[in-house]
């Protein structure tokens, strides 16, 4: 699932291309895609409005839309954003041919025949693109924003877990709603870390993962600020010193800080905005890594299962005492 460097890295593509775009309409082939409002006053609202900023919350994308409208988009496990440059073309024939493979695949983009000027200006647009977008890129497309300019912003998610809203701006603190402060801001400060960990006595790993008390993080990061801090997964939440929250909280900060400079952490479904992998995944030092030595001490790194979701860490950089293990 993309956690905030992934997001962040983006919504930074994206804000690059799409800010003073207009959306001229959009069109959805997969109605539960969006989660609010209700899909046909969603299409009637998001056209003909201009895309004034694209920015982050936790992990969400968002999108400020003319006047007083935004877009959130959440990914979750398999979601991706696609920006196709003009001149591609959408084929709806599935649907009729057949509607079974129609739900799961949705349609077929392809690049129209060239003429001059349609190469001129596709050209431009896929300048920051190592290759082009092939069509098989294109599968899973659930909605496709049409640009004014000719250009197509595609939401593809295979697995249809992915959720995309459209909110009035006086509704951003419901549309958010119990998400806690962005990691990468003022507001996140090792005191603050510290009150959302007083009370709670469940393990560090399942508390890092609650959007509440911090937002964005996800098993990723998670396993990377733990090893960071030298605090092991199971740690009570509750059993910090303050010199270790402090160090937690610069490990928190400093993952997701390399983790954006990285272009996000690809493993097999998450791509950036021309469909290219990101590049952290050669970088992480736990997650994913059990089985191989410790870069501080050599140890094996091992993983475990907590609440169905894995841990990675060093058993010996990363000591768990009776005393901090959690009920
Ligand atoms: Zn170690």
Redesign the pocket.
Known sequence: MPELPEVEYTARQLRAQIVGATIRDAQVFWERIIGHPAPADFLAEVADREISAVRRRGKFLVLDLSSDLFLSIHRRMTGNLLLLPPGWEIDTSLREVDPLAWSTRGPTFREAPIDGQRAASGQASTDSRLKPITENETSYCRICFNLADGRRLLFTDPRKFGRIELWPCAGEEEAFRGLGPEPLSDTFTPERLQSALAGRKSTLKTVLLAQEVVAGLGNIYADEALYYAFLHPLRRANSLTIDEIRLLHEGIVSVLTLGIEHGGTSFSDYRDLWGEAGDNYNHVRVYQQDGRP?M??G?TIERIVLAQRSAHF?P??QKLTEVSIAE
């Open positions: 410790c501080r001490c140890t060093c010996t950089c």
